[in-house]
Nanobody, 128 residues
């Protein structure tokens, strides 16, 4: 079992920044990849970024490259998502998710079905 707890969401103005955190606990050794997803009202959950838990490989959705950065602190079992230049249409609930089944690979990492543990989500609102 893996438990994931997100934090760091809130209200930010357009063009602003936020850093989200995802603290993992439980069977940490079983995590293969950890990803961030987001879901806006009325829309499907979409991939944002992912990181290889045991390495330093990172992956991003096209529109996030250059603006978002995913990173990992092994000592704290925490993954971060630094988000810059946020736009109102990026208002959503942001979720972190873990793959412990080995479903995620370097070439295919965007599918929600590939991740078997999910956090409760943290609300991010971009508005003036």
């Amino acid at each position: 079992q893996v438990q994931l707890v997100e934090s760091g969401g809130g209200l930010v103005q357009p063009g602003g920044s936020l850093r989200l955190s995802c603290a993992a606990s439980g069977s940490i050794f079983s995590i293969n990849f950890l990803g961030w997803f987001r879901q806006a009202p009325g829309k499907e959950r979409e991939f944002v970024a992912a990181i290889n838990w045991s390495g330093h490989n990172t992956y991003y959705a096209g529109s996030m490259k250059g603006r978002f950065t995913i990173s990992r602190d092994n000592a704290k079992n925490t993954v971060y998502l630094q988000m810059n230049s946020l736009e109102p249409e990026e208002t959503a609930v942001y979720y972190c998710a873990a793959d412990t089944m080995g479903s995620v690979s370097r070439t295919y990492y965007q599918g929600t079905h590939q991740y078997d543990y999910w956090g409760q989500g943290t609300q991010v609102t971009i508005s003036s």
